[in-house]
Nanobody
Framework: QVQLVESGGGLVQAGGSLRLSCAAS????????IGWYRQAPGKQRELVAA???????NYADSVKGRFTISRDNAKNTAYLQMNSLKLEDTAVYYC????????????????WGQGTQVTVSS
């Protein structure tokens, strides 16, 4: 089993920045891919960014050039640096992990965090 704990959410003005963290514990050797999802009220959950243990990354078009995903394998922690935040980035952000990127892309990752709220104000 793997436990994921997100932190770093909060309230920020449009144009500002936040960095989210996702700390993994437990059987972390089983994790290859880690991703960040978000879900806004009334909207479907979407995969924002994902990264493999080798450092390969994927981003949603809506965040390319503004968000950066990274991971510190030694600390079993993944990060999502969010810059130039927009009102439409407001959502609950979830960290997810699995052995492979495919399950992340399909939204059926084996492990999920509890979520952290990000609110962007005007």
């Amino acid at each position: 089993q793997v436990q994921l704990v997100e932190s770093g959410g909060g309230l920020v003005q449009a144009g500002g920045s936040l960095r989210l963290s996702c700390a993994a514990s437990g059987s972390t050797l089983s994790i290859n891919a880690i991703g960040w999802y978000r879900q806004a009220p009334g909207k479907q959950r979407e995969l924002v960014a994902a990264i493999t243990s080798g450092g390969s990354t994927n981003y949603a078009d809506s965040v390319k050039g503004r968000f950066t995903i990274s991971r510190d394998n030694a600390k079993n922690t993944a990060y999502l640096q969010m810059n130039s935040l927009k009102l439409e980035d407001t959502a609950v952000y979830y960290c997810a992990a699995d052995q492979g990127m495919l399950k992340l892309r399909l939204g059926v990752a084996s492990y999920w965090g509890q979520g952290t709220q990000v609110t962007v104000s005007s």
